[in-house]
């Protein structure tokens, strides 16, 4: 074929394919568009756990981290001068008690006592439990159960009050059978005197010692303590009918006995309601 003839032919075909790309695009507009791109799938990653101090369910030893140096010489710089750390372990209802120990909260207790030797003397750190609610993943994941407090002892030494999840605590000074003058204290009663005169509640208190004593002076001693709280809810019109004394002595320790401060949170009261069935 001559080229005089093949020119003609290849712009027929270049015109055709521009006017049908035209009338498909313009006209029609059904051209045919590039494939989106899919978004790449997000990669979720997690938060690492960088709390210095945790544990496992049901299981004493502490899991410390990098950063628990640095959290143990912040909670050195609170103390005042002469003053006590106290160390409070947490531990929650179906948590057994380690040999040795009452509950899992004093056995956690201890074992963040020894991370601290070294740094404070053991006279100057004292150990106590306390009953908490059980964390949401607390069986699959580790998790805080230590609480710390520094304070001077010789401060601290008065009656005070502490509500956990199933009971109130009123701690006593010394060996005392009453508590101090405080009110704060007596407000507190006094509403719960009200509560009870509205509702079919009842009561139950029982009292508490630490170890000095015999075991029969200190059963006779936490009665005293419970009977000392009766009467006053008794005198602010809660029949007595309602309310039920009981001595554990020195048999239930929520604290060690080897310090002040520790014998101090163990003299005390526990105050459980129930509700009428």
Not at 105 to 124: C, E, N, S, T, W
Request: net charge negative; charged share 25%.
């Amino acid at each position: 074929m001559s080229l005089r003839l093949l020119i003609p032919i290849l712009g027929f075909v270049l015109w055709s394919f521009v006017c049908q790309q035209w009338y498909v695009c313009k006209i029609k507009q059904v051209c045919d568009k590039p494939a989106a791109t899919a978004p790449a799938p997000e990669v979720k990653t997690e938060t690492p756990d960088t709390r210095p101090l945790v544990f496992n369910w049901a299981a004493p030893d502490a899991i410390t981290r990098p950063g628990f140096a640095a959290f143990r010489d912040s909670l050195l710089a609170t103390i005042p001068e002469g003053g006590t750390l106290e160390i409070i372990g947490l531990y929650a209802e179906g948590e057994p008690a380690p040999e040795g120990f009452p509950n899992m909260g004093l056995a956690r207790a201890a074992k963040v006592k020894a991370l601290f030797a070294g740094h404070l003397p053991d006279d100057r750190i004292s150990i106590s439990s306390q009953l908490a609610d059980k964390p949401a993943d607390a069986e699959t994941k580790p998790f805080e159960s230590v609480r710390f407090s520094a304070f001077n002892p010789e401060a601290e030494e008065k009656t005070e009050i502490v509500e956990v999840p199933d009971r109130i605590i009123i701690h006593f000074p010394y060996s005392s059978a009453q508590k101090e003058a405080d009110p704060k204290v007596d407000e507190f009663l006094k509403k719960m005197a009200e509560r009870l005169k509205q509702t079919d509640e009842t009561v139950t208190i029982t009292g508490h010692t630490d170890n000095t004593g015999t075991d029969q002076a200190n059963l006779v001693l936490g009665r005293a303590r419970a009977r000392h709280i009766q009467k006053i809810l008794i005198g602010y019109g809660v029949d007595k009918s309602r309310i039920t004394i009981e001595s554990k002595g020195e048999s239930e320790p929520i604290a060690d006995n080897d310090t002040e401060a520790g014998r101090h949170r163990n003299r005390r009261a526990e105050i459980v309601l129930h509700a009428k069935n």
